[in-house]
């Protein structure tokens, strides 16, 4: 299983991958994360911001998820990936392989990232420091029809991650029902 969330910068991705990735842990499970910060420190160091090196971060980001969820290793995967198109090559893939794959937009505000701004991202891309910014003068392009939202706005972490982990618990009894 894949569960991909999306969203702007300072939206809440990280945060509740990480919790929910602890709440599976606690709970004898062992999820691989995949985080759009820490993939690109460690295998996309030589990928930039271009249309085409976003495209093939998200690419390689699927690509891992997708080996792990064929060995049966939940991936909890939180990139702001920006582009529809992207994220339903990802979606098809797993369909193609049988693998579960569920999208999970954090649909939080850019006004309220824009005031989070934990990383002072928005500061420095509204100052001209970085260019193609996500959400100023580069697209983010909302799900049409995630399997689930989650507005970080109105609820906290932990409301946040409890919403995502019932969601899961749905998820896996329809796979069950469908499966027997």
């Known amino acids: 299983m894949i569960i991909w969330l999306t969203g702007l910068s300072g939206a809440g991705k990280s945060?509740?991958?990480?919790?929910?990735?602890?709440?599976?842990?606690?709970?004898?499970?062992l999820p691989l994360m995949i985080d759009?910060?820490?993939?690109?420190?460690?295998?996309?160091?030589?990928?930039?911001?271009?249309?085409?090196?976003?495209?093939?971060?998200?690419r390689r980001a699927g690509a891992i998820a997708l080996m792990a969820a064929r060995s049966g290793i939940t991936c909890i995967c939180s990139l702001i990936s920006p582009l529809r198109r992207e994220r339903d090559?990802?979606?098809a893939l797993c369909a193609e392989r049988g693998?579960?794959?569920?999208?999970?937009?954090i649909s939080t505000p850019l006004?309220?990232?824009?005031?989070?701004?934990?990383?002072?991202?928005?500061?420095?891309?509204?100052?001209?420091?970085?260019?193609?910014?996500?959400?100023?003068?580069?697209?983010y392009e909302a799900p049409?029809?995630?399997e689930l939202m989650i507005?970080?706005?109105?609820?906290?972490?932990?409301?946040?991650?409890?919403?995502l982990q019932g969601k899961i618990s749905e998820w896996m009894d329809t796979k069950n029902k469908k499966l027997s």
């Open 15 to 29: 945060t509740i991958a990480q919790g929910l990735a602890q709440s599976m842990q606690a709970e004898g499970s």
């Open 111 to 139: 006004e309220v990232c824009e005031q989070r701004d934990p990383k002072g991202l928005y500061k420095k891309a509204r100052g001209g420091l970085i260019p193609k910014f996500t959400g100023i003068d580069s697209p």
């Open 99 to 105: 693998i579960l794959f569920y999208e999970v937009h």
């Open 36 to 58: 759009g910060d820490g993939l690109r420190e460690e295998l996309c160091k030589d990928l930039g911001f271009s249309d085409a090196d976003r495209m093939e971060n998200i």
């Open 144 to 146: 049409l029809t995630p």
């Open 151 to 163: 507005p970080t706005e109105r609820l906290s972490v932990e409301e946040s991650i409890a919403l």
């Open 89 to 91: 090559a990802v979606r």
